[in-house]
């Protein structure tokens, strides 16, 4: 056969047709990879190993290979945004957990992209599909409480989206999660009551249908019933996560003929309301009313006296979320990862033992 018209042969032992251009497709056949494996290293993604990265680059020097500068521009546009899809009434949690996400993604080469909605619409489901779809979401932080709903991440295993759930337990049998176990936060909270003294408490929790509510609501009553204090059911007001509704809440326990001599309220905005109308009715924290919050948000501190809470660390779960997405994934698929961030309480001058 004459010289000029033998086919190319790479070291792999792969013939490419003489005159013929590599393609994506001959150096993932080549090297023994996918083509989005191949596709990621041309863009430089951290999702690749450094083994596998060398030895691709070197095929790809051997036989010539030159990116189609298109389609490379196609790629990047679909594996280099990630998703934050909530539905939280609480701005300064969102703010927090955009930080930690911020920060797994710097130097990264993936960009953060955010998508409000309002869970308890009958179309946000869809709205949240186009927005992955729209944008070609490389994956998607699931933010409390959205997080919580299993049809949502039906609607993206369907799609092939990857994506991360935040949630007070784990969720479902498959998922990346991020837990933040709200019910031991809750309970050392009512530990922390009791050991003072405190035995008529009462609790301003979340919405039902939040599980992070359920939860903290499940572990403050239950520390409560193992030291022997049951909560009855005039002294859990149900509110909505918001300075407002915590004002509303507070306004019923503390107008009752018999006041409570602790609050535990599920979040820090909440607490700020109790603050507002112990205010206004001339009643003293802590020396005639304890509060204690959750989150411990910036807004803890600057209350005064300075708000006892317990602390989740919102930006190191934003942070924990997006790594997981953008760590590579390879022989992980359909399986169940988990990381954990444990709430501890932070105790300041909001609380002290009861007056005789």
Known sequence: MPASSKPKKSTAGI???????????DIARLAGVSKKTVSRIINHSPLVRQDTRERVEALMREVGYVPDPLARGLAFRRSFLIGMVYDNPTAQFIVNMQYGALD???????ELVVHPCDSRSPG???????????????????VPRVSEDQALADMLDEIGCRYTRIAALPLGEKSK?????????????????????????????????????VERTAGFTGALANRGIELPKSRIIEAGYTFESGVAAAEKLLSAKKRPTAIFCANDEMAAGVYRV???AGIRIPQQLSVIGY???????????PLTSVRRDTRDTGRIAAAMLIQPDEGNHGTRTVAS?????????????PED
């Open 15 to 25: 013939a490419l047709p003489h005159g013929k251009n590599a393609t994506i497709n």
């Open 124 to 142: 946000y489901i869809d709205g949240v599909r186009r927005f992955v779809q729209q944008q070609k979401l490389h994956g998607v932080m699931l």
């Open 104 to 110: 797994a993604l710097r130097d990264s080469g993936f």
């Open 278 to 280: 112990a205010l206004r």
């Open 177 to 213: 999660m991020v837990v933040t176990h709200d019910r031991d936060g809750a309970a050392e909270a009512a530990d922390y009551l009791q050991t003072l003294g405190h035995r008529d408490i009462a609790m301003i929790t979340g919405p039902g249908h939040y599980r992070s509510a």
């Open 341 to 353: 961030v444990r709430p501890h309480l932070v105790v300041r001058d909001s609380c002290q033992p």
């Open 295 to 305: 989150d411990d948000s910036p807004l803890a501190s600057r209350l005064w006296p």
